[in-house]
């Protein structure tokens, strides 16, 4: 046991935030609205956000690199933002009705996104992911779904499966009785085991919707060689390759993880950057697939899809915020992901050696300016999927002991990481791997 007592430290920096917690606990089931917002033995509240920092209620700053669930690539509270909720007041929040923001937006996607022939916005990921399946079942009319072991694709009924260890026993009590008949489970980087499911799977086989970078799994990237065995397999049997970019969308580059990789999908899922921190969900991909769901074709009922899109979608508030932020991304593409990439590889080296300095073995996940870690029980290994990261490493520890120690000297963290944006300056970044020295120093001892 370390010397240094992080969770009595952790309590003693924010008594706020303890009072703050037990009165949620009293409104939401486990005073929470977001399972992966909570962290034992309670969260800290947050208070205001600029930039790369955040303070919380106690007045406790910190570095953020969870950045609003990865989705503000341009930090807390841009400038590009400046006059835009000005322009939001005198809009409207929401309309509910077509207008100009919603194309201008939209045709911004298309000339950007490889694989957008044609999209729809919805206001999640959750949702864009569930319709993207429906989709993709609908046009094959075949009814099986692969997904990767440890993907999270959103709460959605169809895909909340095998996302965490043990993966072969469900997610969720309430659920689509049978759903594993249907959503079956692949290896991620495991190009023979996924070719044997596909192979058992080929005569159902309506699509294979995979992250490019996985998420949950501390921001593993695919080999390219897997992503393009997984396009090649889908082509041939005539089945979907759904990219959820949802995490890597105006990410990995503008044109997101299938411009990165320079592998188009027939369908992509994107969210988080593209609204700018505002609700939003995106369905891009082949015209004919998201025909459709074109309500104006006559066709007999249940031939069609539907896709509700929600509500709430294409507010003027989420298409003025998210064209605003892809805008400013398009226009300074050649120097605002070569700078993030920079900075992630920088935060992704000085984090192993700063732990290896001290004698604790670790890794680093990640690509461009998204940033995992994983501390491997024994030697460093390479690690290729969860499974391989529940067996090799110590997944608890990176999410509850280091998470900890971090926040206690000013660093929050997601997966021993994070997502940089273009807020973190240089010396942000040398601020966090000088936290992460001040940490493996207490861990070691
Ligand atoms: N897909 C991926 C890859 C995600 O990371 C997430 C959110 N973390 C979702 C889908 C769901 O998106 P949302 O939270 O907007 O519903």
Known sequence: MSRVDYLSQYRERTPRSIELYQRSANVM???ISHRYRHIAPHPFFMKAGSGSRIWDVDGNEYIDLWMGHFALILGHKPAVFKDAFEEIAQAGVHWGLPHEYQIQFGE??????????????GVSGTEATMYAVRLARAFTRKSTVLKVAGGWHGGNS?????VNSPFDKPESAGLTPGIDAYTKIIRYNDPESTLRTIHSAKHDLACVIIEPVLGGGGFIPADPSYLELLREETRKLGALLIFDEVITGCRLSLGGAQEAYGIKPDLATMGKVLGGGANLGVIAGRGDVLALCDPTLKREKGSGVVVGGGTFSCSPMSMILGYRTVQYLKTHSGDVYSTIDRRGQRLREGTIAALKRHGIPAGAFGLGSLCGLYLPRNAAVAVRNPEEMEKLADVARVEQEFKIRMINHGVFTAHGGGAVSTAHSEEDIERIIAAVEAVAIEMAT
């Open 29 to 31: 089931p486990g005073g």
């Open 108 to 121: 911004l996607l298309q000339e950007i996104v490889p694989c957008a022939e044609k999209l729809i916005f």
């Open 158 to 162: 169809e895909l909340v499966w095998a």
